[in-house]
T-cell receptor, first 113, second 111 residues
Framework: NAGVTQTPKFRVLKTGQSMTLLCAQDMNHEYMYWYRQDPGMGLRLIHYSVGEGTTAKGEVPDGYNVSRLKKQNFLLGLESAAPSQTSVYFC????????????FGPGTRLTVT | EDQVTQSPEALRLQEGESSSLNCSYTVSGLRGLFWYRQDPGKGPEFLFTLYSAGEEKEKERLKATLTKKESFLHITAPKPEDSATYLCAPYGSSNTGKLIFGQGTTLQVKP
């Protein structure tokens, strides 16, 4: 099993450009999450999904959109990137809601210039 | 409002020098507390889940304990390969699926 995979690993965008981050999991997990991690801020939840076709806002959802058309995939979109969105983005999945543990992907390092 | 604070922010130990990391939390109706390890440039790796005060769990040189207000991660005779950032995340009844992560303690173990 690959677990949780993320594409791409690195990306550089110019302000105003758009992009989509892809997360895939092969553990048949119901729940999927997108976090961002910034120095001194820790991991913060952007959006999450409790099942195929569902999405919900997390702590810092502004400027991001998500979609979960297939159970195994969770997409994070930036419609108009801003320098404040420079961060490391992690996807995670879990079988059900906490206290079931979440399994994380390797991360995507995004720089917006 | 649910809150979590980890201390110290950074810890340097000599190989074999035991110590503890602290995770203080304020969470309504605690349902569980997670500990994760994160190596530089990688995603967090699950270590433990503690469910109730008084519970303890061990894995190799690590032992996690839980009280009603704090969790400790005790590291016994650490090795350089234990160097990483350790994250805690409590989960309460009001979180509805969302974890709140502490900022982490970065541990460096020197040989």
């Amino acid at each position: 099993n690959a677990g949780v995979t993320q594409t791409p690993k690195f990306r550089v965008l110019k302000t105003g450009q758009s992009m989509t981050l892809l997360c895939a999991q092969d553990m048949n997990h119901e729940y999927m999450y997108w976090y961002r991690q910034d120095p001194g801020m820790g991991l913060r939840l952007i959006h999450y999904s409790v099942g195929e076709g569902t999405t919900a806002k997390g702590e810092v959802p502004d400027g991001y959109n998500v979609s979960r058309l297939k159970k195994q995939n969770f997409l994070l979109g930036l419609e108009s990137a801003a320098p404040s969105q420079t961060s490391v983005y992690f996807c995670a999945s879990s079988w059900r809601e906490p206290p079931y543990e979440q399994y994380f992907g390797p991360g995507t390092r995004l720089t917006v210039t | 409002e649910d809150q979590v604070t980890q201390s110290p922010e950074a810890l340097r130990l000599q190989e074999g020098e035991s110590s503890s990391l602290n995770c203080s939390y304020t969470v309504s109706g605690l349902r569980g507390l997670f500990w994760y390890r994160q190596d530089p440039g990688k995603g967090p790796e699950f270590l433990f889940t503690l469910y109730s005060a008084g519970e303890e769990k061990e894995k190799e040189r690590l032992k996690a304990t839980l009280t009603k207000k704090e969790s400790f991660l005790h590291i016994t005779a650490p090795k350089p390969e234990d160097s990483a950032t350790y994250l805690c995340a409590p989960y309460g009844s009001s979180n509805t699926g969302k974890l709140i992560f502490g900022q982490g303690t970065t541990l460096q173990v020197k040989p």
